[in-house]
């Protein structure tokens, strides 16, 4: 698993570093890639809210400085860790400048889990960081809680801590199938789901959602239209397979059947729908409206 951690701490070897360090050591240990991105060292501005990311260019942040370097392993991690003193009962400002503008990218792709690291001098000042986290990441982004770990006063640095966040780190798996965010497609009383795959087009849709589109069945497919988003070309498959879902050209599709003849087309597929859900599309009126939306909130499946 690849797993971004951002320090928010200003002090090289101070206490959240300490645990930073703990929780990375246990999990390259367990064999997953850590990059540690020290946000206080980095130049990293406020968002600007200027939409240039939602707007004219998805995704894509106008502000050319250090966050240019945590977009691409952003993109890449599946878990996100954030690691920070208590500062006024919140996370640091530097910090939370690196986390305002994950605004542009979205729904980072690969990205199913989270896990928060607090350094506080006192007990009991958590409420603002573990608020931010559990609405913003865990409710906003959809992400799986790996834990929220806190170090108050002499607790900072003792063995005992540092021990509990080796272990921590070592003892993360690997994202599995239970964490994977599902399309869910609606139309009147039918109802199925299907588990979003991990393409640039499928991240594109997760970001466009909810939506409505409208559109009729081919004898082979659903064809709706529905405005160009962002892909990879790479990322196209040859053919198709029943019940797969596609975006791309202009069109929403849903592949319900003839994928022996399918091996002549390139498609975009972002998700597959099960046998019996594809069986139950087939059911469906010639000319449809479908209700697209995300599975919310997956992580609690
Ligand atoms: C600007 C500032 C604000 C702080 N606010 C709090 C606070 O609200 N509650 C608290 O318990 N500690 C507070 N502290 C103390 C730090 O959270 C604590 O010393 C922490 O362990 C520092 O972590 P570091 O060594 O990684 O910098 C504050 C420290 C600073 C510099």
Request: aromatic share 6%.
């Amino acid at each position: 698993m690849n797993i971004v951690i951002l320090n928010g701490s200003p002090r090289p070897k101070g206490n959240t570093a300490a645990m930073v360090a703990a929780y990375r050591e246990g999990a390259e240990a367990a064999g997953h890639t850590v990059i540690v991105f020290d946000v206080c060292r980095m130049r990293i501005a406020g968002c600007l809210a200027c939409e240039h990311c939602h707007q004219k260019n998805p995704r894509a942040c106008v502000q050319a400085d250090d966050m240019r370097l945590i977009y691409p392993a952003l993109d890449e991690a599946d878990m996100l860790v954030l690691a920070s003193p208590v500062y006024y009962h919140g996370l640091s400002g530097q910090l939370k400048c690196a986390i305002d503008r994950i605004y542009a990218p979205g729904y980072p792709r690969r990205l199913r889990k989270a896990a928060l690291l607090l350094s506080s001098g006192s007990k009991g000042v958590y409420d603002g960081a573990i608020y931010t986290y559990r609405h913003s990441f865990l409710g906003w982004l959809h992400l799986e809680d790996m834990g929220v770990f806190t170090a108050a006063g002499d607790q900072n640095k003792s063995h005992e801590l540092l021990s509990q966040l080796r272990e921590a780190g070592a003892s993360l798996a690997d994202p599995d199938d239970h964490n994977v965010p599902r399309l869910v497609i609606r139309c009147g009383d039918v109802e199925v789901k299907a588990p979003l795959n991990q393409t640039q087009a499928a991240r594109d849709l997760m970001n466009r959602l909810p939506l409505t589109v409208v559109g009729h069945d081919s004898g082979v497919d659903y064809c709706c239209e529905l405005k160009e988003g962002d892909f990879d070309e790479d990322e196209k498959q040859q053919g198709w397979n029943d019940g797969d879902i596609s975006v791309v050209g202009g069109w929403f599709a849903i592949l319900h059947s003839g994928q022996e003849e399918s091996a002549a087309y390139r498609v975009m597929v972002v998700a597959h729908l099960e046998e019996k859900d594809n069986e139950l599309v087939r059911t469906l009126p010639h000319d449809t409206t479908f209700g697209l939306s995300l599975e919310e909130p997956w992580h609690e499946r």
